[in-house]
Nanobody
Framework: QVQLVESGGGSVQAGGSLRLSCAAS????????LGWFRQAPGKEREFVGY????????YYADTVKGRFTISRDNPKNTLYLQMNRLKPEDTAVYYC????????????????WGQGTQVTVSS
């Protein structure tokens, strides 16, 4: 059973940076894509970006492109989300997810989810 545990959330002022981590365990070969999603109160879960685990290629939502960077440490089975130039509208609970489908951008395409970590950006 794959387990995902996020960390690194917190509060920051607009323009600041945070780095989220997601430690994966329980099934190294159970996923091909690791993604980040976020969900603000009263809104649907929103795709942020993904990384293809073996080749390392990434894809981002337009709302975060150029500000957020996804990376991974394969030996440590850890996923990262570096968030720069944060805006108040980035405030949300951030989730990492793992799935077998290559290049997945929809929540339904992912098989495993972390518990989420809160990011709050103040103006």
């Amino acid at each position: 059973q794959v387990q995902l545990v996020e960390s690194g959330g917190g509060s920051v002022q607009a323009g600041g940076s945070l780095r989220l981590s997601c430690a994966a365990s329980g099934g190294t070969f159970s996923w091909n894509t690791l993604g980040w999603f976020r969900q603000a109160p009263g809104k649907e879960r929103e795709f942020v970006g993904y990384i293809k685990w073996l080749v390392g290629s990434t894809y981002y939502a337009d709302t975060v492109k150029g500000r957020f960077t996804i990376s991974r440490d394969n030996p440590k089975n850890t996923l990262y989300l570096q968030m720069n130039r944060l805006k108040p509208e980035d405030t949300a609970v951030y989730y990492c997810a793992a799935g077998r489908r290559f290049g997945a951008t929809k929540p339904s395409e992912y098989d495993y989810w972390g518990q989420g970590t809160q990011v709050t950006v103040s103006s």
